[in-house]
């Protein structure tokens, strides 16, 4: 995810604010001119930063702090609140009915990802269960039509679109009548880009708004635009009636701050993120919990939400007595590792997680992915009795040759997995005890994902890290889960 820079450098200048022994307005006031400096950095507009700091300050009201007040955590929240507001117009976004046809156009410069984020969000709507399909209104772009229709083929679709037309206006409202008589409830229109804003570019998207009538119109915006997005955001805005704004690219290494003072020039929400090039690659926007990961302050209802809709397998009764023991075998490393590839991309968890966004490493999602299907493959050729640790087994060559040949890894690879099995069940030894009064509450064999929400959230909650030995034991545990597992190349396969 980008903008973690911007993030750290404004916990960051918290930090100091508050390690200062005297804290007055002339503390605030350089907090608050740091936290400006990384957003002008960060390329959100000037316009925006001094707009921001000004509502900052005002909202803080630092002379008529009581004494004993937290004045780190009141500047904290000013700050997530300022952020939240820049972020949020208040314009409802994109939310297609059911059960009637829903049209939405997207614009967008040629380039900045419109046509991949048209068929990701036709896909997005079809795991939904929504009947979506395609039109390709692209006609200017050679390419764009075949494009679309691999793309829709991918993930199932049907698409709409003509070879030999020119004519965009007619391909789409052709395409847009025929997916209307069948009864489709989202239609995507994906239209021309073109290099720069031109008046060409814009006299089509006009004459295509007027042809298709679409119920709503996404702007779609590369995330790593510096400045100069919030001129491209508005020109668009004036012309056409855009209702939301997807922002692509934001797995790149991209700043990413001028995609946010963009929003603010187009007054409409963020629905998505694009975060990647596959076609599952779309998060859906949530403000506040986007503006509480950049500023490290974690999500976690959003934690709490993604565990409980991300059908976690529990520990059986067997297993969780074992586990609250502070016994940890190498069948719960299994278990560990399926329930987090449910939880969907690790970077996204870990951000959720309070504290932590700082401490995710370099990499994809993909290759931890592919890092952690290369693991599983490995568990899978233990038996039950390795698995289960039973003391008389022993570690030896021959076992671990077998296992790397059942798997088809190196033998580096399957030491590499035993010395981090090792790591873990030490950690969890000494998490025994806690872990102990934790098991009280867990549902033996089951209980369901909303009980594991629970689970999950009394271990983030703060005091009960500290007593299992502070948040690094934890820290390292996901850490290693992102890092380790070997190099090669097990692919994942996905849209
Ligand atoms: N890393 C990354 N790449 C993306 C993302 N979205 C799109 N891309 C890539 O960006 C490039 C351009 O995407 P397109 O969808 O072809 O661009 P476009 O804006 O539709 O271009 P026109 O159809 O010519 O207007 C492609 O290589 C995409 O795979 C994203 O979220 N992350």
């Known amino acids: 995810m980008v903008l973690e820079a911007l993030g750290s450098r404004i916990a960051g200048a918290l930090r100091s604010m508050s390690a200062k022994t005297v804290m007055d307005e002339e503390t605030l006031d350089e907090a608050l001119k740091e936290?400006?400096?990384?957003?002008?950095?960060?390329?959100?507009?000037?316009?925006?930063?001094?707009?921001?700091?000004?509502?900052?300050?005002a909202a803080v009201r630092w002379?008529?702090?009581?004494?004993?007040?937290?004045?780190?955590?009141?500047?904290?929240?000013?700050?997530?609140?300022?952020?939240?507001?820049?972020?949020?117009?208040?314009?409802?976004?994109?939310?297609?009915?059911?059960?009637?046809?829903?049209?939405?156009?997207?614009?967008?410069?040629?380039g900045n990802g419109k046509t991949t984020t048209c068929v990701?969000?036709?896909?997005?709507?079809?795991?939904?269960?929504?009947?979506?399909?395609?039109?390709?209104?692209?006609?200017?772009?050679?390419?764009?039509?075949?494009?679309?229709?691999?793309?829709?083929?991918?993930?199932r679709v049907p698409f709409y679109g003509s070879y030999e037309s020119t004519d965009a206006v007619q391909v789409a409202r052709d395409g847009v009548e025929m997916f209307r008589q069948q009864a489709m409830e989202v239609i995507v229109v994906d239209t021309s880009g073109r290099h720069k804003?031109?008046?060409?570019?814009?006299?089509?998207?006009?004459?295509?708004?007027?042809?298709?009538?679409?119920?709503?119109?996404?702007?779609?915006?590369?995330?790593?635009?510096?400045?100069?997005?919030?001129?491209?955001?508005?020109?668009?805005?004036?012309?056409?009636?855009?209702?939301?704004?997807?922002?692509?690219?934001?797995?790149?290494?991209?700043?990413?701050?001028?995609?946010l003072s963009a929003v603010a020039a187009t007054h409409a929400p963020v629905v998505f993120l694009g975060t990647g090039e596959h076609m599952d690659e779309?998060?859906?926007?949530?403000?506040?919990?986007?503006?509480?990961?950049?500023?490290?302050?974690?999500?976690?209802?959003?934690?709490?939400?993604?565990?409980?809709?991300?059908n976690l397998q529990n520990p059986d009764e067997e297993q969780m007595q074992r586990l609250s023991q502070g016994v940890f075998t190498l069948r719960d490393m299994q278990l560990m590792y399926g329930n987090l590839t449910r939880l969907g991309p690790l970077s996204q968890v870990m951000s959720m997680m309070p504290g932590m966004a700082e401490m995710i490493p370099q990499g994809s999602d993909r290759e931890t992915q592919a890092r952690i299907q290369r693991i599983m493959v490995m568990l899978d050729s233990l038996t039950a009795a390795e698995l289960d640790q039973t003391p008389s087994i022993k570690w030896d060559e021959s076992r671990k040759r077998r296992i790397a040949r059942g798997s088809g890894r190196s033998l580096a690879e399957v030491e590499e997995v035993l010395a981090q099995y090792r790591t873990v069940s030490k950690v969890w030894g000494r998490m025994g005890k806690n872990m102990k009064n934790m098991a009280h509450g867990m549902p033996a064999g089951g209980g369901g994902p909303g009980a594991l929400g629970q689970q999950m959230?009394?271990?983030?909650?703060?005091?009960?890290?500290?007593?299992?030995?502070?948040?690094?034991?934890?820290?390292?545990?996901?850490?290693?889960?992102?890092?380790?597992?070997?190099?090669?190349?097990?692919?994942?396969?996905?849209p």
């Open 35 to 57: 936290i400006a400096r990384a957003l002008l950095e960060a390329d959100v507009n000037v316009k925006q930063v001094s707009l921001l700091r000004r509502n900052i300050k």
């Open 63 to 110: 002379s008529e702090l009581p004494p004993g007040a937290n004045k780190r955590r009141i500047v904290q929240k000013a700050v997530f609140d300022e952020l939240c507001r820049m972020l949020d117009p208040g314009e409802p976004p994109l939310s297609p009915e059911r059960q009637r046809a829903n049209v939405v156009m997207f614009v967008g410069l040629q």
């Open 120 to 155: 990701k969000v036709a896909y997005y709507y079809k795991r939904r269960g929504y009947r979506t399909c395609l039109v390709c209104a692209d006609t200017f772009r050679a390419g764009a039509f075949d494009q679309l229709r691999q793309n829709a083929a991918k993930v």
């Open 197 to 259: 804003q031109e008046a060409a570019l814009f006299e089509e998207m006009a004459q295509l708004e007027a042809a298709v009538q679409p119920d709503h119109i996404v702007f779609v915006m590369d995330g790593s635009m510096g400045q100069a997005a919030y001129d491209q955001a508005l020109a668009f805005r004036q012309r056409v009636r855009v209702g939301s704004v997807i922002l692509t690219k934001m797995d790149g290494h991209a700043r990413g701050g001028g995609a």
């Open 282 to 310: 779309l998060e859906a926007f949530r403000v506040e919990s986007f503006v509480g990961r950049l500023l490290g302050m974690g999500d976690v209802q959003g934690l709490v939400k993604t565990i409980t809709e991300s």
């Open 457 to 494: 959230q009394r271990l983030f909650n703060p005091r009960m890290m500290q007593s299992m030995g502070g948040a690094g034991n934890l820290q390292r545990m996901l850490q290693q889960a992102m890092a380790s597992g070997g190099g090669g190349g097990a692919s994942s396969r996905r």
